[in-house]
């Protein structure tokens, strides 16, 4: 639950502005988890008062008018969760919200917002989809099949989630196996009419094709079982059963079940935070090359989320890069703009957070993995290089960066560059 106090003075007629702009609140914002309080300056704040405040993963204090900047302290007296102060250009609700900001910030996690425009609650709106990503996380639980690659170094302490309130497994290769063991000719029948039209099926080697399928059935029915939000696997281990996981984990990430390779953790925790904070499905890519002369990134990597790839563009069939075995496939990521994110750090406590523009989208260069990528960034590449977190990396398509911004702020992320 999250709380929306709105507080106001009662000179004059300064309480009924505090109701008109509650119900204008809530004609707005009303949802299930959300609970929207009056608070005056006559209301007493005392210790009762405040353990009730405790039931809500974060608060917007709404400033309605001057004079509450005392009200607004003791509101936020023993909270120590996400808070958002909003103000508006009326009533001198930003000079009170300006005080008690000076006073608060070097104490709480707060952020001090100003509306340019009446009814522009999108600030709130943006800060309650970041309190819901707090309390997904710290339910979220995640999977990896095998242990991370051995050259994944920055994910072999495996107990290194940072403070996000995850829940690790890690799971045998023989658990694996007896799942596969478990997949009927049925089950891969209905896997098959989930790839999309215009994968390359006639192009498949038909062993290889029922394999991958047989693989994603066996990692679904797991995940099914056992409750997993994410899964990770150390998918080189694989190639001596003849297995890849590009394909499983493509249908994966199209189903919107987050899917990471090498068994790289702290990739796997970007991916998550990227797609609960915007919704969109991530890509997990390698930086293959960069061009000073164009500030840019190229990315390549075996496997992308189906949901990302240009529907109009045919796929090409293609083996897994590295092994030339199994299946994997060529297309080209359907995106105009984007986020390259990746969480990190030795206690996960940074952030390298990179806006860019796709420059190419469709390069085929046959010395890299299948699905390639080139990123211009906003800022300068030999920045992102100096502030990098390790390999792989972690591309948003066409989405909002404050978003971001404000979940580094409440997280205590360090952002780069």
Known sequence: MIG??????TLGDQKQIGERLLDELKKNLETEDREFLLVTTDNECDSNFSRELQKYSGIAIIVATGGTESTIRALCRSFRKPLLLFCNPHHNSFASGLEVY???????????????????FSEIERFCQVVKVFHRLHATSL??????????????NKKILGDFGLT????????????????????????LKKLPPHFPVNKCPSQDLQSSLKLYCALKHL?????????????????????????????????????????????????????YLTGETPWMANPTRISYKDNSI??????????????DRPLDFKPHKESGQGISFQGSIDAKEGVLLRIGGPAMEKMLFSPCTVLKNEIKDSSLCNIQLQLQLEAPVADWIDHSLGNHQIFIPDVDTDIFRDFAFYQNLQVFP
């Open 4 to 9: 929306m106090i709105v507080v106001t003075a």
């Open 102 to 120: 000076g006073k608060l910030r070097f104490t709480r996690r707060i952020r001090l917002h100003y509306s340019r425009e009446d009814n522009d």
């Open 143 to 156: 999977a990896s099949f095998g242990p991370p690659s051995k050259w994944v170094l920055t994910s072999e």
């Open 168 to 191: 690790y497994h890690e799971l045998s290769f023989h658990t694996l196996q007896k799942a596969l063991d478990r997949v009927e000719e049925k089950d891969i029948d209905e896997a």
């Open 223 to 275: 995940i099914d079982n056992h409750h997993y939000d994410a899964v990770t696997i150390c998918c080189f281990d694989l190639l001596s059963s003849g297995l890849t996981a590009c394909l499983a984990l493509a249908l994966l990430n199209a189903e919107g079940i987050i899917g990471g390779c090498e068994g790289d953790i702290q990739a796997l925790i970007t991916m998550i935070v990227a797609y």
């Open 298 to 311: 190229t990315l390549a990597h075996c496997s992308a989320p189906f949901s990302l790839l240009d529907q």
